[in-house]
């Protein structure tokens, strides 16, 4: 497995790097949340992402968490299920109303708020994308969308990227490019094909400098040397490293899918609904995918809900099952997700994220500047990669996570994705003043942590 930066980089933070234990004691030893971390640590399985966990929280409102010792935190990582906002006032009340007028639906039958979110889905793209399969999270939506694709070309294979991720099931990590996910998982689905992605700030198909197109050209070799890929499936911006490609980019790919009888999947699952600007960050490129699957914010930040929208004429599975999940037309799920899109349109969250995130990026530049190891502040709308450049892969990525515990310390949470790129994805619902303060704790986190790491 090739490892995206060449050290142990992965999607999440992991828990057990130097500067996390150095937190726990400075913040956590004496908090009210020890005895809660210590009763979850008993009582959940450990997993490398979660538990043993970071810290407990007690509220969740707006753009803040409220740890237990009553911290805020300005949460600028949110899972990428916050686009509306912790515990929007609209969204609560639309759950509200759904739970005690219908609160589940068995699935022999359908309901009102679910048939409602399918068709407000594809009025969102525009008709495009004709047909809808509710799902309860974002992973089941992925291997729906997998099971589509197998179905309607009668093929098995997938090409997808590497550094890439798409859930956790089997099926999604089969597909994903993350060896945290995968090493000693044994075998994963057969058939399925990884090639680098076009990341122009870290191109591994030797463009260098400005792109050359060969990201491309490696998916057009794979795809006709193949001959019988089933489905490409990729996020069209990655939402870590934020890597976002030229625009001709995927198009020359959606044409080689259309050359090779190869359907195209976007996972948009962390970014559609207006992180980037648009509302689908596919519109930034020009290019309709065959299948689209979105999920996280789609519930508001409340409910799982997530979806799989296909092209109308992809409605060729009658005879088999792609979902049948529990959940799967969940009426307070659809309620939820139904307030979110009215939110969505009611607060113009879509122009307002292009607005603010375009304005921050460059505050960002300005603060950031002179601190000495700044590569390069990059992104979309409020989908924002502050990349650090210490001088070795070793050190930068001890900086990143040094500058994300100093940070949390202030009070601003994030994400750091590949050991060396802060990533940044506020509610869209941000207010300017928070935004100005997450740049001053961002700036003054870095200079600590310059102070810290050798
Ligand atoms: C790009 C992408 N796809 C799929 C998923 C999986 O979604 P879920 O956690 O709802 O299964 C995630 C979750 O982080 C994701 O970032």
């Known amino acids: 497995m090739i490892k995206p930066h060449g050290h142990d980089a992965s999607e999440g933070d992991v828990n057990s790097s130097e500067a996390r234990l150095r937190y726990r004691e400075d913040m956590i030893e004496r908090s009210k949340a020890r005895r809660l971390l210590s009763r979850d640590s008993e009582a959940f399985l450990h997993q490398s992402l979660s538990t043993p966990c970071l810290n407990a929280v007690i509220s969740a409102r707006g753009s803040r968490l409220v740890d237990a010792d009553g911290r805020g935190l300005l949460d600028f990582h949110g899972n990428s299920?916050?686009?509306v906002g912790y515990g929007h006032p609209a969204v609560i009340s639309?759950?509200?109303?759904?739970?005690?007028?219908?609160?589940f639906c068995p699935r022999r039958y359908t309901n009102e708020p679910a048939v409602r979110l399918a068709?407000?889905?594809v009025r969102v793209t525009g008709g495009e994308l004709g047909k809808v399969l509710l799902m309860p999270g974002g992973a089941l939506a992925v291997g729906a969308a997998m099971k589509l694709a197998r179905v309607a070309t009668g093929r098995f294979k997938f090409l997808?990227?590497?550094?890439?991720?798409?859930?956790?099931?089997l099926d999604a990590i089969s597909v994903g490019g993350e060896s945290v996910f995968r090493t000693g998982m044994g075998p994963l689905l057969p058939g399925c094909h990884l090639v680098h992605p076009c990341a122009p700030s870290s191109c591994q198909h030797g463009c260098g400098g400005p792109c050359s197109g060969r990201g491309a050209r490696a998916i057009e070799d794979v795809?006709?040397?193949?001959?019988?890929?089933?489905?490409?499936?990729a996020e069209p911006i990655r939402c870590t490293t934020i890597e976002v490609p030229p625009r001709d980019y995927w198009a020359r790919v959606r044409d080689a899918c259309r050359r090779n009888g190869t359907l195209l999947i976007f996972d948009e699952i962390p970014i559609a609904l207006g992180r980037t600007g648009r509302f689908f960050a596919y519109e930034h490129f020009g290019v309709v995918p065959d299948i689209l699957v979105i999920g996280k914010g789609l519930g508001g930040g409340i409910i799982p809900q997530a979806a799989m929208l296909a092209r109308a004429d992809l409605d060729v599975a009658g005879h088999t099952a792609l979902g049948h999940y529990t959940h799967e037309k969940s009426p307070v799920g659809s309620a939820a997700a139904l307030a979110t899109l009215g939110v969505i349109a009611e607060e113009r969250l879509v122009e307002r994220s292009a607005m603010l995130g375009a304005a921050w990026m460059t505050q960002l530049r300005e603060a950031l500047g002179s601190c000495g190891v700044l590569r390069e502040v990059r992104g979309l709308g409020l989908?924002?990669?502050?990349?650090?450049?210490?001088?070795?892969?070793a050190r930068t990525g001890r900086l990143c996570d040094e500058t994300l515990y100093q940070s949390l310390r202030r009070g601003l949470s994030f994400k750091v994705s590949d050991s060396r790129v802060l990533t940044l994805t506020p509610p869209l619902t941000v207010t300017r003043e928070e935004l100005c303060e997450a740049t001053g704790i961002l700036a003054e986190a870095v200079d600590a942590a310059l102070g810290v790491v050798s």
């Open 81 to 83: 299920a916050h686009q």
């Open 94 to 103: 639309a759950i509200t109303r759904q739970m005690e007028e219908l609160p």
């Open 119 to 121: 068709e407000e889905l």
């Open 160 to 169: 997808s990227m590497w550094g890439s991720f798409h859930g956790a099931s």
């Open 223 to 233: 795809l006709a040397r193949e001959g019988d890929i089933a489905a490409l499936i």
């Open 383 to 393: 989908l924002v990669g502050v990349e650090l450049d210490a001088g070795s892969p």
